[in-house]
Nanobody, 121 residues
Framework: QVRLVESGGGLVQAGGSLRLSCAAS????????MGWYRQAPGKQRELVAG???????NYTDSVKGRFTISRDSAKNTVYLQMNSLKPEDTAVYYC???????????????WGQGTQVTVSS
């Protein structure tokens, strides 16, 4: 059973920082692209940042220069360093990954349970 477990959310004042972590566990053959999405109340879920197994990253425009995505492939873990946080960053943040489990040879998309990030003004 493959799982994504997130940690690191919380309440922070505007201008502050938070670091999210997401670890993939279970019987894993390979982890391909990993990323972070967020969903604010009344809005659609959106991609925040993604990182390939080779380290190529992409960001949504609103977080460029403030957020940094990274990964530790040995630990099957992805991180999101969030600096200069704004109230509009308030949302539930979800980890997402394409993972090839040991029992199959094709990738399956997995979601974490979500972690709340609240930025007060």
């Amino acid at each position: 059973q493959v799982r994504l477990v997130e940690s690191g959310g919380g309440l922070v004042q505007a201008g502050g920082s938070l670091r999210l972590s997401c670890a993939a566990s279970g019987s894993i053959r390979r982890v391909n692209v990993m990323g972070w999405y967020r969903q604010a109340p009344g809005k659609q879920r959106e991609l925040v940042a993604g990182i390939t197994s080779g380290g190529t990253t992409n960001y949504t425009d609103s977080v460029k220069g403030r957020f940094t995505i990274s990964r530790d492939s040995a630990k099957n873990t992805v991180y999101l360093q969030m600096n200069s946080l704004k109230p509009e960053d308030t949302a539930v943040y979800y980890c997402n990954a394409d993972i090839v489990p040991l029992v199959v040879v094709f990738p399956i998309n997995y979601w974490g349970q979500g972690t709340q990030v609240t930025v007060s003004s």
